[in-house]
């Protein structure tokens, strides 16, 4: 096998091609037999009639069919080379944390201390943030803080069909394209194997979902993403593009942010299950399921657009996009707050 280092010119595209089409093929066979599997020995989401109000038990394990799918493309498509073999290695140990929590159920705290393992494995591997202009321990330490925030903040949005794994897809995308444009080969192949994963199995998740991603599947797709976004180059016209990966990951941790606020002014736990959700604010809005999750696709979109603008603006026009789009952010959070789940 080869790395994607020796692909050049028109092969680069052969390469990515290949990754994607391989993993989104892999993942609509897995994600069936993940859900046979899951209904035989009773692994499913059972319905609550509180925050779980789906008509059915809905299996879990599709993360399993991600993962699996993810890691197979990767390896017929070329050689790992120690940072991409800690990605996977990371990716696993939450996958594990995830099955297991999906499984019987874990305490905030030992599941806080799986994703940590996992960060640490990516940290050893050589997975930081890689900014220049800031002192080597800042640059682990604001590793550490993104990567187990969005983490989480992906677990927190899988509330609704076809959600977390479709702003995964969209946000893999648009990730891809910066890395393509930029030359970042590796990165790119890997997230066009996220994103074909992500495409098979939202063939299965979407309204109606037969299957759920689960723990497992959030979990991993929040620490890909992280990871492969921190990673990414977003600095060569001006520094302050530093943030672009926190602007196209914005809608998770807009709803990470909203949660934590809105059970903090309550007094509750902030690990504490609660109808918060922008998402089920939206459906309390009057909005359907389908339309809720495809705004929840136009707008990472439109936020990767803004996280692009940023990129290739001259400083004062990208501080000018990210406050705006900040405001914005600010200005929704305040409306959203104000919906009455209560009627």
């Known amino acids: 096998m080869i790395g994607p280092e020796d692909f050049t010119g028109p092969w680069v595209a052969v390469l990515y091609v290949a990754a994607f089409v391989l993993a989104c093929a892999l993942s609509l066979w897995a994600t069936p037999l993940m859900r046979q599997a899951a209904m035989k020995f009773g692994i499913v989401d059972r319905p609550d009639g509180k925050l779980k109000t789906h008509g059915e038990p809905v299996p879990y394990l599709g993360g399993l069919a991600v ?57 050893k591997s050589g997975v930081v943030i890689k900014l220049v202009f800031l002192p080597p321990w800042l640059q682990v330490s604001l590793t550490v803080l993104w990567l187990l925030a969005v983490c989480n ?19 893999s995308v648009i990730l891809f394209a910066v890395a393509a444009a930029a030359g970042r080969q590796m990165i790119a192949v890997l997230l066009a194997a996220l994103a074909g994963a992500l495409a098979g199995f939202l063939r299965h998740n979407f309204e109606p979902a037969r299957i759920y991603l689960g ?7 929040g620490l890909m993403l992280g990871a492969l976004a921190m990673n990414n180059s977003y600095t060569r016209v001006n520094r302050v593009a530093a943030v672009a990966p926190a602007v196209i ?25 609660s109808p918060d959700h922008f998402a089920l604010r939206l459906r309390h809005w009057k909005l359907t399921t389908r339309q809720t999750v495809l705004v929840s696709y136009l707008a990472t979109g439109i936020l990767g657009l803004v996280a692009i603008g940023v990129m290739l603006s001259p400083a004062p026009g990208a501080i000018a996009l990210l406050a705006g789009t900040a405001v914005a952010a600010l200005a929704l959070g305040v409306v959203i707050k104000r919906i009455d789940m209560r009627l």
């Open 67 to 123: 993962y699996g799918s993810f890691l197979v493309a990767l390896a017929v498509t070329f050689d790992f080379s120690p940072e991409v073999l800690g990605l996977l290695l990371a990716g696993a140990i939450v996958v594990i944390v995830g099955l297991v929590d999906d499984l019987g159920g874990l305490g905030p705290k030992t599941k806080l201390a799986g994703q940590a393992l996992a960060v640490w494995v990516l940290i």
């Open 153 to 171: 903040a992906f677990n927190l949005i899988d509330i609704m069909d076809g959600l977390s794994a479709g702003v995964g897809l969209v946000a």
């Open 215 to 221: 723990d497992t599947g959030s979990l991993f797709i």
């Open 249 to 273: 990951l914005g809608l998770p941790i807009f709803d990470m942010l909203l949660v934590m606020y809105i059970r903090w002014r309550r007094g509750m736990p902030v690990m504490l299950g």
